[in-house]
């Protein structure tokens, strides 16, 4: 019974690791364009926060970010950073003129969709 319980533990994390899985980008070819962020998250399988945020990852290394001001405020908002793809990872500025960047790994690309981990959130993304 102890040697069942043992390999149903190993079948566990090893399907828990492939569910997980991230892809691993040669270059930018499969990130280029924009992409609607619908929601962020603090996990997977957290409550989601929705967004109304395009990402516009742009081929000289450009990652412009769209906000549009669902309150009212502002009409958009547009952000440059920078970006680019190394060791199979996005890493792109934490914020507009500094020189700290982030990686971020895409765990999921399927049809139209994207889900990005960044550090300490997920981004969930469908191509515009």
């Not at 070819?29 to 997977?44: N, R």
């Not at 290394?61 to 309150?71: A, P, R, S």
């Amino acid at each position: 019974m102890k040697t069942i319980t043992t390999l149903l533990s190993l079948f566990v994390v090893l399907a828990a690791g492939v569910a997980q899985a991230d892809v691993t980008l040669q270059d930018n070819s499969k990130i280029l364009g924009k992409w609607k962020v619908t929601a962020e998250s603090m996990g997977l399988d957290k409550e989601k926060k929705a967004l109304n945020v395009t990402w516009d990852f742009q081929s000289n290394g450009t990652l412009m970010t769209i906000g549009e001001d669902t309150l009212g405020r502002t009409a958009q908002m547009d952000i440059p950073i920078k970006y680019s793809v190394e060791n199979g990872v996005i890493k792109k500025q934490v914020t507009p003129g500094r020189e700290k960047y982030e990686d971020c790994s895409v765990l999921e690309m399927e049809g139209s969709n994207m889900i990005l981990k960044c550090k300490g959130l997920f981004f969930f993304m469908t191509r515009k």
